[in-house]
């Protein structure tokens, strides 16, 4: 069949279906045809599935012309989704494509939900496409027998693929595709994308550096905008709203109309905890929404989620209360209105949930903003401009991450082992990995065999080996099994499946929630208030309550920071033409604080940097206001306090947030010293940072990922955890080693250069600082906190940074006994 | 270091974590997890080899300095079974000229015969003159209760939110833990009560705190 007969194939059916296909569609279709790889970036909701899909099947066509008859056995494509519930709307789709044109192909789908019989069952016989998420490939290349199984695939789709690219699940994809190019003659690659910042480098990450693959490849952009309108909702008066908080639940009153007058309405939150409580209150306030709204997150029961979303697709719901779990892919068509809960930091992830409601052609998408408290609606205002001028973010790829390196080369050794003169070049052709030298290729190498640099006697190290011919394997079947029980690159605390003594599963929870509970207590989960009964091999057996409860299952983490374009965008709003020349409804609101804020210190023009000084009963207060985000106010704090610490011993607990930042100490603090010493300098700064870094916690709490990662510490045995207990070791322990004992090791040092380049955006703190060069330091020496520092000061999330002795400081403390 | 009265006993705490006994010229020593790295080496996890070696260096330099007259182990000595540092551990026995004695703890599964075949008495627990020492900490009549097993710390606050948590030698009416002496270990935070005497190991010292 022709390239021409095969295309018409596609559009007659999208006739029948009483389609038009899109332009970028068509495009898609021939640059797959063609042979080519490339990205698509496309929406969500914009037939994306089958801009990839139906070319798949035609190539399927045209290599077995006798298709209706029969069926060529083996995989042909693999769809790669990000997150688990996208796949059965993907499925769907792809099958009923498939089946309409009469090709017999099948669609499975296999992710961590997927039944072990079934799982089996594909292994016997692959369907022809399958839909999986990059731990399901990984645990695939992990499987004896991978490179058959890969042998007939013609293509690999990446959906989502912005999501993954910032990611080391982006890492984890680009060394599966790395395996895939060699094992699979025919593979095309597709990636998938929102619009994001920079979208040329993330198909050069997809494709890797090879020129086979980057040269023939495409970009095909679908051109379709969107009318977004943000609406803030504000208070009615601005009195009662608070000047800090991340709930918002004082404004609870004034969604209920707005979901009462839509058809169906997501409330998005930024994490699960919020979710819960938010779910909660509603119900509690306005109970006659029982049943008409539920609530959606990824520590939900699976059965629950599925549930939840095929019921917003019949609309049987008002509302549902979802965190970024509800982000991606799935198209709901009853949605028509979009809450967002609390600053979203970034302006991709805002529109791409303003893009969840489907709306009429020709008219705006409406998203509302609903502030947790008073400094967030300059955060409003700011997005709108951000909306309306189209800036967008960039998602930096990782490079050189070692510990999924490290992880990929056991799973290769699982199976069915690796050759290192293989499989280096196809790792140096990768994105991450470009740079490795042949020492650090070495160094893992050496890592996975001998557990160190140099062979010792006696040791007893065990995890890959090389066989005589020189191949690399695991041997013991029980390192295998515990490799397999360990890819991914998602570190979590360990979580607890919540049942009920009955059986029935509602869900996870991290262990540290359920840690403070006793026998007896409630708490509420899932929407549900539960009592536990009994703690048994990780699992929490509960059973439901009457008993009302306050304790709403929270999660830690979850904090995220304002992008530089946003932070930059708010500043501009918050400095924009002086005081009084505010002018968008966000910020007349905030009338009253900014008059606070002024009695007490200044609101700082552009060329002003501020400082507040204060005492309370905590201690000596010094504020920062850099207004550049939390990543880089966590630099830019722990560096400032090393520096002040260099000038005399003391001891600093330092917080922050997208505004700015805070130095608090028991001994008070002189600003005059920090501007006379010049410490906000850019001389020494990576040195300096350095060192700060080694005083606080930030490197640290980025190493326990990498030493889940890489298997140096082992999370257990799924309903096994307590006979495994004594394998765990704390990640902690594991810094303080490497730090006392092997600097130089590669795994240790990434922890510091994830620092650097991740958590500071590469530079973006020197920027901030050759900004703050150019302006004029306002100290300010206040009464009494002010509007600005208050979300600040009661923040209880803090690191700490000290230059004294220990024994110093405990002469001053006092030991917390029982009370 | 410390030295504090008990029952008209005298004890000497010291830096490392050890209790040393004047009148029964003896070293205590709990929760030292011999074994643990390699242990963790052989599941696969590549925690550097020559952490192993630090425990028992640390051992040498203590028992030195006090050169007493009998080492005694308050349970927990080896996290695991038979490996490379039980080979070195043995060496060190050699070498050492105090008598040793195990209180044989929850993490002690080598052989009892494997240790009494280097010269070491391995005991379920060990009463001397009023006091009882076991590796649990336990409440028995008319004996002074040391052990181990707990690894305790205990936590400070002082303004501007600062906080810090130290091991320490927990001391109550009728009972003292030691903190544990290995490297690679955690501790669990207590909460003293008006009567118990708690000395923290701070920078190579021990404290009286409150």
């Known amino acids: 069949m022709t390239q021409t007969e095969l295309l018409e194939k596609a559009e007659t059916w999208f006739a029948d279906q009483g389609w038009k296909s899109f332009p970028f569609q068509r495009k898609t279709w021939k640059a797959f045809l063609q042979g080519k790889h490339g990205l698509l970036n496309a929406p969500t909701g914009s037939g994306k599935t089958y801009a990839l899909w139906i070319p798949i099947v035609l190539q399927y066509i045209k290599d077995n012309p006798e298709y209706k008859t029969k069926h060529q056995k083996g995989l042909k494509a693999i769809w790669i989704t990000p997150l688990r519930a996208l796949s059965v709307e993907i499925q769907q789709a792809a099958q009923r494509f498939a089946d309409e044109l009469e090709t017999g192909l099948t669609v499975g789908i296999r992710t961590g939900d997927t039944p072990q019989k079934e799982r089996a069952k594909q292994k016997r016989s692959m369907p022809d496409l399958l839909v999986t998420t990059p731990e399901s490939l990984m645990l695939l290349l992990a499987s ?386 539960l009592e536990l009964v009994r703690l048994r091999n990780m699992v929490a057996q509960v059973r439901r309550s009457k008993k009302k409860s306050s304790k709403i299952v929270s999660f830690m983490g979850g904090r995220m920071t304002l992008s530089s374009q946003m932070s930059a965008i708010l500043r501009e709003e918050l400095q924009s033409g002086g005081e009084y020349k505010r002018n968008t409804p966000e910020l007349k609101a905030l009338h009253e604080l900014f008059h606070r804020q002024e009695q007490e210190s200044i609101v700082p023009a552009e060329n002003e940097f501020l400082i507040e000084t204060f005492k309370t009963r905590e201690g000596y207060h010094a504020l920062f206001y850099p207004f550049e985000g939390r990543f880089v106010h966590e630099a830019m704090s722990s560096l400032l306090a090393y520096r002040i610490s260099l000038l005399q011993p003391i001891t600093f607990s330092l917080a922050y947030n997208d505004y700015g930042f805070e130095l608090l100490s028991d001994k008070p603090l002189d600003i005059q010293q920090v501007i006379d010493n010049n410490l906000f300098t850019t001389d020494y700064l990576f040195d300096d940072l350095q060192k700060s870094l080694n005083s606080t916690e930030l490197a640290r709490r980025k190493f326990r990922d990498i030493a889940v990662i890489s298997g140096m510490v082992f999370q257990g045995y799924p309903n096994k955890m307590a006979k495994t207990k004594h394998l765990q070791s704390s990640s902690q322990l594991l810094f303080d080693v490497f730090r006392d004992y092997e600097p130089d090791n590669l795994l240790y040092q990434q922890a510091f250069r994830e620092t650097f380049e991740h958590q500071l955006e590469k530079g973006r703190l020197r920027m901030a600082l050759e900004r703050i060069a150019t302006q004029e330091i306002v100290w300010k020496q206040c009464e009494k906190y002010t509007p600005f520092s208050f979300p600040i000061i009661t923040d209880r999330l803090r690191e700490k940074l000290s230059s004294e002795k220990l024994k110093d400081r405990i002469k001053r403390m006092t030991l917390q006994g029982e009370k | 270091m410390q030295q504090i009265s008990i029952h008209n006993n005298e004890f000497l705490f010291h830096p490392t974590g050890t209790a040393y006994w004047k009148d029964q010229d003896m070293l205590l020593v709990a929760d030292v997890h011999l074994g643990k790295v390699s242990h963790f080496r052989k599941h696969g996890s590549a925690i550097p080899a020559h952490v192993a070696y630090q425990n028992l260096e640390k051992l040498t330099d203590v028992v030195n300095e006090l050169s007493p007259k009998t080492v005694c182990f308050l349970g927990d000595l080896f996290h695991s079974e038979l490996n490379q540092e039980w080979h070195d551990f043995t060496k060190w026995v050699e070498y050492t000229a105090a008598t040793i004695i195990l209180v044989a703890g929850n993490h002690d599964i080598i052989a009892p015969d494997k240790y009494l075949a280097l010269g070491i008495q391995v005991v379920p627990s060990l009463d001397i003159e009023g006091f009882s020492l076991t590796h649990h900490p336990i409440e028995q009549e008319n004996f002074f209760n040391i052990a181990g097993h707990i690894h305790p710390g205990v936590r400070l606050q002082g303004l501007a939110r600062q906080s810090v948590k130290l091991p320490c030698f927990f001391k109550s009416e009728k009972q003292l833990i030691l903190p544990a002496f290995g490297t690679f270990t955690g501790k669990y935070i207590l909460k003293p009560t008006e009567t118990d005497e708690v000395y923290a190991l701070v920078e190579g010292e021990v404290l009286l705190l409150r």
Not at chain 1, 192 to 219: K, W, Y
Request: charged fraction near 25%; include cysteine; aromatic fraction near 10%.
């Open chain 1, 144 to 529: 004896k027998g991978y490179k058959k199984m890969f042998k007939s695939l013609t293509a690999v789709v990446v959906d989502e693929w912005h999501e993954l690219l910032g990611s080391k699940r982006g890492v984890q994809m680009e060394l599966g595709l790395s395996r895939l190019k060699t094992i699979s003659p025919e593979l095309r690659i597709w990636g998938i994308s929102a619009t994001i910042g920079n979208l040329e480098q993330a198909q050069d990450v997809l494709l890797g550096m090879a020129p086979a693959f980057r040269e023939n490849s495409v970009l095909i952009r679908a051109k379709r905008k969107r009318k977004i309108k943000v609406q803030s909702i504000i208070p009615k008066t601005m009195e009662k709203f608070p000047w800090r908080g991340h709930l918002g639940l004082h404004l609870l009153d004034e969604i209920i109309p707005i979901i009462k007058k839509s058809k169906t309405t997501l409330v998005f939150t930024n994490t699960r905890g919020q979710a819960e409580i938010w779910f909660q209150k509603i119900l509690n306030r306005y109970p006659e929404f029982a049943g008409e709204i539920a609530m959606h997150h990824g520590s939900i029961a699976k059965d629950t989620r599925l549930w939840v979303e095929q019921a917003i697709r019949n609309e049987t719901l008002k509302a549902v209360v979802a965190t970024s779990s509800l982000d991606l892919g799935v198209d709901f068509s009853p949605v028509e209105t979009i809450i967002q809960i609390g600053g979203p930091k970034g302006i991709a992830k805002f529109l791409q949930r303003a893009g969840r409601s489907n709306h009429r052609p020709g008219e705006a998408s409406v998203i509302y903003f609903l502030p947790t408290h008073a400094l967030e609606l300059v955060e409003a205002s700011a997005l709108k401009r951000a909306v309306k001028e189209e800036v967008m973010e960039d998602r930096i790829p990782y490079l050189l991450s070692f510990d999924v390196l490290i992880q990929y080369l056991v799973t290769l050794a699982v199976s069915e082992g690796f050759k290192p003169s293989k499989i280096f070049p196809e790792i140096q052709n990768t994105f991450c990995f470009q740079g490795i030298t042949e020492d650090q290729w070495q160094w893992c190498l050496n890592f996975i065999t001998l557990g160190s640099q140099s062979l010792q006697s006696y040791d007893e190290y065990k995890r890959v080996e090389v066989s005589s011919e020189g191949i690399f394997k695991v041997e013991s079947r029980k390192i295998a099994m515990m490799h397999r029980l360990s890819i991914g690159t998602i570190v979590s605390d360990s979580m607890l499946l919540v049942k009920y003594v009955s059986g029935g599963f509602i869900g996870t929870i991290e262990e540290y929630f359920i840690g403070k509970m006793k026998p007896g207590d409630t708490f509420v989960f899932a929407g549900r208030t």
